[in-house]
C-alpha cells in the first residue's frame, strides 16, 4: 500500500469475470443502528448502493446480476418497515424506468408478486415489459423470493404438466426442471457475495448456487462501493472450481 496518495484497487483480471454475480444485499439495519439512523435510512443507502454496483457491474461486462430484495421471510418484520422497503423499491423502479434506454440494462422479477402491493406489481411488470430487449447486462431482482417456496411451486408446476398430459416423470432431468425456476434460461450464478458478516444463505437461490463460489466480508451492504466488489472478485479469481472433477 503507497503511503501517500491514493490507496491503490485491487487488481482484477477483466478478461475473466464471472458471468454472473448474485448478491444478497444485506447489513441495512445494522448499517443505520451503528449511525444512530432507523432501519430505513440503511435500506435507502442500501438501495444507492445497489444502483452503484449494478452500474459498475454493468460497465465491466458482467453478464448477469442477481441480488436479494426481498426474502418470503422478510414479511416477518414490522410493518413499517416493510412498506418502506415497498416505497423504497416503487421509487428505485421509477428512476430506473426514467434510465433504461440510457443504460440499456435488462430487469427481471424472481419471486411470486401477488402478495405485493398492485403498483409496485404494475411497475415490476412495466420495467420487466420494457427492457425485455436490452441485451446489455439483465440484473434479477429477487422479490418475495425463497429458494423453497421457488422448488415447490417448480415442482408443483411440473406435476400439473404430467397431469395435463404434456409431459411424464421420466422425462424429468435437471436441466428441464431448471426452466421451471424463475430463473428459466439465466445461467447458474459462479459467484455468491454475502455482505455484513453473515455466513448463511438464507433461502436465496438454492438449486442454482449448487455450484457457486461464495464470498463474505463484514462490510454491510450500504457500504459495499465498487473496490468491494473487485476484492470479491480478485478472489474467486483465485480459486480452483472443479465441479467434482480433479
Ligand atoms: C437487508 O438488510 C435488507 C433486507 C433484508 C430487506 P437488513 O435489514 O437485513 O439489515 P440487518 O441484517 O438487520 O443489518
Ligand atoms: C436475507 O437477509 C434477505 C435479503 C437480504 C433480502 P436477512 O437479513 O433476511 O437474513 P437473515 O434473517 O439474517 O438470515
Ligand atoms: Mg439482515
Not at 207 to 222: K, R
Request: proline share 4%.
Amino acid at each position: 500500500m503507497p503511503l501517500f496518495g491514493k490507496k491503490e484497487e485491487t487488481k482484477v483480471d477483466f478478461s475473466r469475470l464471472p458471468r454472473h454475480v448474485a448478491i444478497i444485499m444485506d447489513g441495512n439495519g445494522r448499517w443505520a443502528k451503528s449511525r444512530g439512523l432507523p432501519r430505513t435510512a440503511g435500506h435507502a443507502a442500501g438501495a444507492e448502493t445497489f444502483r452503484t454496483i449494478a452500474t459498475y457491474c454493468r460497465e465491466i461486462g458482467i453478464e448477469y446480476l442477481t441480488v436479494y430484495a426481498f426474502s418470503t421471510e422478510n414479511w416477518k418484520r414490522p410493518a413499517e418497515e416493510v412498506s418502506a422497503i415497498m416505497g423504497l423499491l416503487k421509487k428505485y423502479l421509477l428512476e430506473a424506468i426514467a434510465d433504461m434506454e440510457k443504460q440499456k440494462v435488462r430487469f427481471c422479477f424472481f419471486g411470486d408478486m401477488t402478495p405485493l402491493p398492485a403498483e409496485l406489481q404494475k411497475l415490476c411488470r412495466e420495467t420487466q415489459d420494457r427492457s425485455a430487449k436490452f441485451e446489455g447486462c439483465q440484473v434479477n431482482i429477487c422479490l418475495n423470493y425463497g429458494g423453497r417456496d421457488e422448488i415447490v411451486r417448480a415442482a408443483r408446476a411440473f406435476a400439473a404438466d404430467c397431469m395435463a398430459g404434456a409431459t411424464e416423470p421420466e422425462a424429468l432431468t435437471e436441466e428441464k426442471f431448471g426452466d421451471y425456476l424463475w430463473s428459466a434460461g439465466v445461467p447458474d450464478p459462479d459467484l455468491v457475495i454475502r455482505p455484513s458478516g453473515e455466513e448463511r444463505i438464507s433461502n436465496f437461490l438454492l438449486w442454482q448456487s449448487a455450484y457457486a463460489e461464495f464470498y463474505f466480508t463484514d462490510v454491510n451492504w450500504p457500504d459495499f462501493g465498487k473496490e468491494e466488489l473487485r476484492k470479491a472478485l480478485a478472489a474467486y479469481q483465485g480459486r480452483s472450481r472443479r465441479f467434482g472433477g480433479v
